[in-house]
């Protein structure tokens, strides 16, 4: 992919073209993506309220995604092989952001019977043209470009490496659904739209992707992998169907701490695309989203059962992490070998809390208040949060 200096357009038909020029290849694919595309390009300009340099960056962003689709269509028929990959999904965090699900991935990633996708498969998950097998060196360059010019989060996220393993909202969003965008520019009609939206072809097409990646990666084999994002929160169901054998973690922690902590996440990343923007807003809505999220879960609950859900506290996370392993060993059918438990303890000398950067938040900032939180997450905090 050569770099280009022209701005583009962000339109459908732009983004699309320049994609197929820096690549030299056009072959999309299946097109179901061009319907939340062009809702999203829609919606982009309709009500995001965009900067100048907001709009080039976006449009630069969605041709991004779409020579990724191109190259993966490209290795596809050269390596038909690769659908041959048998990928097996052990476990998908589907939690609110700031309930220790970071930590739960990670730990649950790190040892060798388990697998993730790493900081710069998550950017460029497929081989870039004249690279050696097993020798990703140029994705990895790029992947640290983009974390070095990036906000720096460590204060949210501790601290992270471009290995360090990472949601597959990166490769979802590729599709141009999920629940990213909305975490940069005010989309309250492309959110709306979505909840009508089946986002089946982004969860086979993250199944694909995990063939990929296992094919490029022989260590891999044997290795059942580890998902994690809140995104899943705008498609449950979606979940379990694409990933039918696997259980699903939910992390729980009050929404009152974690509601102001995710607002303080995501405002700052508003600033990236749009000059203007109003935090209260933001957190308004934010709160308000999230809640009805929560909801849509707990009715799928009581409609199919428990039995594919474990429930994590993000007490018992913090005072009792391997007893807390240990539980979702045992329900994942994953025996617990030595020598992933001494994996999953080094990870937590290496990742201790204190080491990382104080994270300050508040209510006001993001229009919020203790009773608004309450009314929102009332189900939610009657469900799952002790008193």
């Known amino acids: 992919m050569s770099e280009t200096k022209e701005r583009i357009a962000l339109e459908r038909n732009a983004v699309m073209a320049e994609a197929k020029r820096r690549t030299g290849l056009s072959d999309f694919g299946d097109t179901w993506f061009t319907v939340p595309l062009d809702k999203l390009i829609e919606c982009m300009h309709g009500e995001a309220k965009l900067s100048e340099k907001g ?11 779409l020579e990724n689709r191109l190259i993966r269509n490209q290795l596809l028929k050269d390596h038909p092989e ?12 589907l939690s609110l952001g700031r309930t220790g699900s970071t930590k739960t991935f990670r730990l649950l990633a790190s040892p060798p019977c388990h697998t993730g996708i790493k900081g710069w498969e998550g950017y460029f998950p497929f081989p870039l043209e ?10 990895r360059r790029r992947s640290q470009a983009i974390k070095d010019a990036g906000p720096d989060m460590e204060a949210v996220f501790g601290k992270t490496t471009i290995e360090t393993p990472v949601e597959e909202v990166f490769i979802i969003e590729q599709g141009f659904v999920g629940t990213s965008f909305e975490c940069y520019a005010w989309l309250p009609t492309f959110i709306e739209w979505q909840k009508g939206y089946d986002q089946m072809p982004a969860y086979q097409e993250l199944r694909l992707v995990l063939q990929v990646l296992q094919w490029q990666d022989p260590t891999r084999k044997g290795a059942k992998w580890i998902l994690k994002s809140p995104t899943h929160m705008s498609a449950p169901k979606t979940l379990l169907d694409a990933f039918p054998n696997s259980l699903i973690i939910q992390t729980h922690r009050d929404p009152l701490k974690t509601m102001p902590s995710h607002c303080s996440m995501i405002t700052p990343l508003y600033g990236i695309y749009s000059d203007d923007y109003y935090a209260k807003e933001v957190g308004r809505f934010t709160c308000k989203r999230w809640a009805q999220m929560t909801n849509d879960v707990i009715d799928l609950r009581e409609k199919i059962g428990d039995e594919r859900f ?6 018992d996370l913090t005072g009792d992490e391997m007893g807390v392993m240990r539980t979702v060993f045992d329900r994942i059918g994953q025996e617990m070998r030595p020598e992933d438990i001494a994996a999953m303890e080094q990870h937590m000398i290496d990742n201790k809390r204190d080491k990382w950067a104080p994270h300050i938040y508040d209510l006001e900032t993001y229009g919020l208040s203790e009773e608004i939180i309450k009314s929102d997450f009332a189900r939610y905090r009657e469900k799952h949060i002790s008193r």
Request: aromatic residues 8%.
């Open 55 to 65: 709009e080039a960056g976006w449009a630069e962003r969605l041709t991004n995604f």
């Open 82 to 93: 690769i659908l041959d990959e048998m990928v097996e999904v052990s476990a998908a965090i």
């Open 130 to 139: 004249g690279e050696e097998p097993g020798n990703p060196v140029e994705r």
């Open 310 to 315: 474990i429930d994590i506290q993000y007490e």
